[in-house]
């Protein structure tokens, strides 16, 4: 499977994309190369209030400092230190802001700011990925992705860590290490047309989104997106776990019987010679805890005037018919070993995600309301809002298989917030 990433940012100011290729075997459970990441192409809307920026640790260095020089407008406080770029020269920035968060003396973050109104550039978000992802890929020359998963949670959980691939016989999740998965931190700042100062509590939203990719596989595209948010009593943390290619609010299931040693039958425990001592494995659940009285033994009659196809379906992978190939979904219940028919009897978990219906906001006019508010500019001298989003392919996805590599995926993501004077 190949892939094409592509994120589009703050629908009123600007648009960033991603790009990227996946080669090899991708089904995640058996995954032996990533997905590259890399960053393609910007363009411009029609406005200079919201000005987008990245947010890094201090010790990373995007770009040559020595280009800027101190400015003390807006930081009014000891511990934020902010730098304008100098008339004569020109960088991927026009202002950076270095923040001492705990006031300890020690620079601790720093915000890299384009000038408002401006896109990230391909070579800058490049660079980003390239100093502060973990799956940063030298040799492409760009970040990768693997399928994972989240495994269980409801919508607007906290999503605290992503699992790997099980092996074949094996009902265990490895942790995520970073190497799988890509994470970008956005900051956003809202310039007042009044004063030119930038203003505090101010909220951003995912207007619109665009998510294509060959053969309709962009289903496993997930977007993990974390902000800090106003409310009418304070601040609270948000957790949205996006997918774009979803209209409604839906829902993975994150267990099942699959086939991860390509032999065209539905994984098992026990006897490697003796079928009867078999019995099929539902990957994602404690398999001790079901009940004997679900299994079924699998004969020859189980076929008998019924298409072989549909009985084999128990995950119902979609659109099968006589022709269509094994994959790690989509397999036969091998005659002789104990097994499942369906999954009646059981509450299989899932992973439940947020789609566009429940995200994007009403917008009267470039006024705002409802949908997700997903940051808000603090309440502070910064009047910053930071944004992080991890980006992932989940691997219970249907369209997570070996037959899909080789395609490419789109995906741009807008972000709108109200006009303010």
């Known amino acids: 499977m190949k892939w094409r990433l592509l994120t589009a940012m703050l629908s ?7 790009a990227g290729a996946i080669s090899g075997t991708l089904a995640w459970y058996e995954y032996s190369t990533r997905a590259a990441l890399s960053y393609e192409g910007t363009s411009v809307f029609n406005t200079e209030q919201l000005q987008i920026g990245l947010k890094t640790n201090y010790d990373v260095k995007l770009v040559d400092r020595l280009v800027f020089e101190s400015n003390t407008h807006g930081t009014n406080t000891s511990d934020i230190q ?6 004569d020269e020109t960088s991927a920035f026009s202002e950076i802001v270095d ?8 620079l601790d973050t720093t915000y890299w700011f384009v000038r408002p109104g401006q896109a990230l550039k391909p070579e800058v978000i490049a660079n980003y990925l390239g100093k502060t992802n973990s799956n940063y890929d030298p040799i492409l020359g760009s970040n990768v992705l693997c399928p994972v998963t989240s495994k269980a949670h ?21 942790l995520a290490t970073g190497y799988e998965y890509s994470k970008v931190s956005f900051a956003f700042r809202v310039l007042s047309t009044s004063n030119s100062s930038f203003l505090p509590n101010q909220d951003v939203w995912l207007k619109d989104a665009y998510c294509k990719a060959n053969n309709d596989t962009s289903d496993a595209i997930r977007l993990y997106i974390q902000g800090d948010r106003k409310t009418s009593t304070g601040r609270e943390e948000t957790h949205t776990l996006f997918n774009p290619s979803s209209d409604e609010d839906s829902f993975d299931v994150v267990a099942g019987l699959l ?3 390509k032999d065209g039958y539905y994984d098992y425990t026990g006897s490697l010679f003796d079928k009867n001592k078999r019995t099929e494995l539902i990957y994602g659940i404690d398999n001790q805890t079901i009940d004997s009285s679900l299994l079924h033994r699998f004969t ?8 072989a196809y549909e009985y084999n379906n128990i995950n119902q992978y979609e659109d099968i018919d006589e022709n269509s190939e094994f994959n790690t979904f989509y397999a ?5 070993t104990n097994g499942f028919v369906d999954y009646t009897g059981l509450d299989l978990p899932k992973a439940y995600y947020s789609g566009k219906n429940s995200i994007y906001p009403i917008d009267d006019h ?3 309301s409802g949908g997700k508010i997903l940051t808000s500019t603090s309440n502070d001298t910064l009047a910053i809002a930071s944004l992080d989003m991890t980006i992932f392919l989940e691997g219970w996805n249907h369209s997570v298989i070996d037959q899909t590599i080789g395609y490419y995926y789109n995906l741009g993501l807008t972000f709108q917030i109200n006009r303010v004077e």
Do not use: C
Request: charged content about 20%.
């Open 332 to 336: 036969r219940h091998d005659i002789g």
């Open 259 to 261: 086939d991860l040693n």
């Open 366 to 368: 470039g006024t705002l």
């Open 82 to 87: 902010s730098y304008i770029l100098k008339v």
């Open 12 to 18: 009123v100011t600007t648009v960033t994309a991603f």
């Open 99 to 106: 923040v001492d968060e705990n006031s300890d003396g020690v």
């Open 300 to 307: 020859s009659n189980d076929y008998e005037n019924i298409n």
């Open 154 to 174: 409801q919508l607007n959980d906290e999503i605290t860590t992503l699992y790997k691939n099980p092996y074949a016989g094996e009902n265990n999740f490895p």
